[in-house]
């Protein structure tokens, strides 16, 4: 894979920065494009994997894993967390959508599909703890990497098209309400400050927007309190899980008491 100019630069910037280098490792087959660990104290490098068959976007999501290594190293090591579901928070998250089939029925069934209710929890709890981070990372990506921006736009237009395919009135009748409701605010927050931010269109395009009352006063309090810090992240991730009713759903821990698995 060749390396654009700008995804080099911020390799070195790892390295300088957190004393690790960031090695990239490819890998066949993966289910997404890339995925960062993090060193901790006792790994000697940051590992960045990628799918070996992807094309020239993933130089922008290297990119961004890249950032994310240096954001977390900027923060004082013993104020370094990570947003973690333990048994006790995923328990939590289970017993709330279990709730939800007095009212729905349909979702009983389902209900006996541990992978898929796994899908569902995991998936929106990452959802929560990387959006904020994320445009933090796009915005410096846009501002400091003009030579990738044609393959951030290419990959933006790709969570969008997601996006809307989520909306499916089909998805919301077999999904829970708080795992729908979660994710289609969470995303529409998300894509409206990426059009703020970095020039966008997506909510121009979008049809509908779904509870927009609740939407809007996310959007509101995420545009005055983004301030750019992996602090201030937290502050929004947890206030955006107090206002979708999924707070219990994870917890914040010490970032070297979570292996990197590596």
Known sequence: MKLYESVQGILDS??????????????????????????REHNDTHRIFYNSDSPDEVNHLIGCK?????????????????GVSYQDNYNNARMQIEAEANVK????EVLNNNELVSSWILGLINQLISQPADLVVEKMIYDTCPDLRVLQKNVLEKQFVD??????????DLSPTVVFDASAIMNYV????????????????????YKKKRSDALYDFTKANSGGTVEQDRVIID?????????????????EDVPADY
């Open 14 to 39: 790892v390295k300088l920065k957190t004393g690790k280098e960031a090695v990239l490792v490819p890998v066949q087959g993966m289910a997404t494009m890339a995925e960062v660990k993090i060193a």
């Open 163 to 172: 996006y809307t395919m989520t909306l499916n009135p089909q998805v919301r």
């Open 190 to 209: 998300y894509l409206k400050i990426l059009d703020d931010e970095i020039g966008t269109d997506f909510t121009a395009r979008t049809e509908h927007v």
């Open 66 to 82: 890249c950032l994310q290594i240096i954001r977390t190293f900027e923060v004082p090591e013993d104020k370094r967390l990570m």
């Open 105 to 108: 029925p349909e979702l009983r």
């Open 239 to 255: 206030h955006w899980a107090e206002k979708l009713k999924i707070r219990t759903w994870y917890e914040w821990t010490d970032f």
